[in-house]
T-cell receptor
Framework: DQQVKQNSPSLSVQEGRISILNCDYT??????FLWYKKYPAEGPTFLIS?????DKNEDGRFTVFLNKSAKHLSLHIVPSQPGDSAVYFCAASGTLDSGGGADGLTFGKGTHLIIQP | EAQVTQNPRYLITVTGKKLTVTCSQN?????MSWYRQDPGLGLRQIYYSMNVEVTDKGDVPEGYKVSRKEKRNFPLILESPSPNQTSLYFC?????????????FGPGTRLTVL
């Protein structure tokens, strides 16, 4: 049973426009959410996170929104730049009893963001 | 430079031939883990370690072993590799469990089992 879902395998956005990547989760015990970015031939790198006590966290061009009632989070990138082309993983964390990954971190399948010039 | 290193980066082997993928971090992190990435499945955790001599199974531990004799090293051992273990493997470390905003990943090891 997939507890963290990224339903868009890929997304194409024009440079300068807003990129919106979506993520849904099913486990209400998750209390911390993260986005990782991955370039080809490299390991994922942490991008931004949000605690379940907040509904928004902003870091420069990146903003993550959390809607707990809908069990939905989204990553907004404004404005999109060519260097943003990468695979983005949504991940959720809970306690060891939350039913998430064995250590509480569960990843989605990723969304490949392509920024077109 | 703070980093997680993995070796080898690429490996082609045959079914049943034991292999070890090494992972080392230079940040004095307590928490280390191994993931595999497969097309359409995202990242799945294999094993993790909260500290020296403390290891535990992740979501997909079958066919793998790990050890944590030193804080900096966390090797992944495949005693008898099979083709379904063909995958891209990542080692990761963080200061503590759940300090995910400071989780560092290695560059990955692409393993092919024939």
């Amino acid at each position: 049973d997939q507890q963290v879902k990224q339903n868009s395998p890929s997304l194409s956005v024009q440079e300068g426009r807003i990129s919106i990547l979506n993520c849904d989760y099913t486990n209400s015990m998750f209390d911390y959410f993260l986005w990782y970015k991955k370039y080809p031939a490299e390991g994922p790198t942490f991008l931004i996170s949000i605690s379940s006590i907040k509904d928004k966290n902003e870091d420069g061009r990146f903003t993550v929104f959390l809607n707990k009632s809908a069990k939905h989070l989204s990553l907004h990138i404004v404005p999109s730049q060519p260097g943003d082309s990468a695979v983005y993983f949504c991940a959720a964390s809970g306690t060891l009893d939350s039913g998430g990954g064995a250590d509480g971190l569960t990843f989605g399948k990723g969304t490949h963001l392509i920024i077109q010039p | 430079e703070a980093q997680v290193t993995q070796n080898p980066r690429y490996l082609i082997t045959v079914t049943g031939k034991k292999l070890t993928v090494t992972c080392s971090q230079n940040m004095n992190h307590e928490y280390m883990s191994w993931y595999r990435q497969d097309p359409g499945l995202g990242l799945r955790q294999i094993y993790y370690s909260m500290n020296v001599e403390v290891t535990d199974k992740g979501d997909v531990p079958e066919g793998y072993k790990v050890s944590r004799k030193e804080k900096r090293n966390f090797p992944l051992i495949l005693e008898s590799p099979s083709p379904n273990q063909t995958s891209l493997y990542f080692c990761a470390s963080s200061l503590f469990w759940r300090s995910y905003n400071e989780q560092f990943f290695g560059p990955g090891t692409r393993l092919t089992v024939l």
